[in-house]
């Protein structure tokens, strides 16, 4: 069996923070920019994140996520900063991956929504916005 390193987070502080959940509605990706859309579930206010230098992403339920748990939960925040033990530090010990070889500043941000979660492997930090509807 192997080992599940503990995971160690920081919430990446925004102006929507004090929400009480966030649901994904959207995911979109072009030329390594994703952005990801969320939306208010008590209201229709809606905001974008948007991540440059993306090497990889994926779109999980949370009950999957469980070593994320309860470091990325609310009220400590719904983005974090991964520092260690995430996605990242699984595939820097895979067997093939070249991750830390071609991308030795990468980083992984996790995106926690009411129900599903977007995890980011990218080279900068997250850019998020009201969402006035023109992705």
């Known amino acids: ?3 599940v390193e503990k995971v160690e987070a920081v919430a990446v502080p925004t102006a929507f923070d004090g929400q ?3 649901e994904i509605v959207r995911v979109d990706y072009a030329l390594q920019q994703l952005t990801v859309v969320a939306q208010d579930a008590k209201s229709d206010t ?6 440059d230098g993306v090497v990889a992403y ?3 339920d949370e009950r999957d996520l469980g070593e994320y748990w309860p470091a990325c939960s609310l009220p400590n925040g719904w983005v974090f900063s991964i520092r260690s033990g995430g996605w990242l530090s699984q ?3 895979r067997s093939g991956s070249c991750v830390g070889l071609f991308y030795p500043d990468l980083q992984e941000y996790l995106v926690a929504g009411f129900t599903d979660c977007v995890s980011v492997l990218c080279t900068s930090e ?3 916005e009201l969402d006035r509807g023109n992705s």
Not at 46 to 51: C, G, K, N, T, V
């Open 126 to 128: 997250p850019r998020i």
């Open 58 to 60: 994926r779109v999980m």
């Open 91 to 93: 595939e820097s010990v």
């Open 1 to 3: 069996m192997t080992r």
């Open 20 to 22: 009480v959940a966030w």
């Open 46 to 51: 809606s905001i974008r994140i948007r991540f």
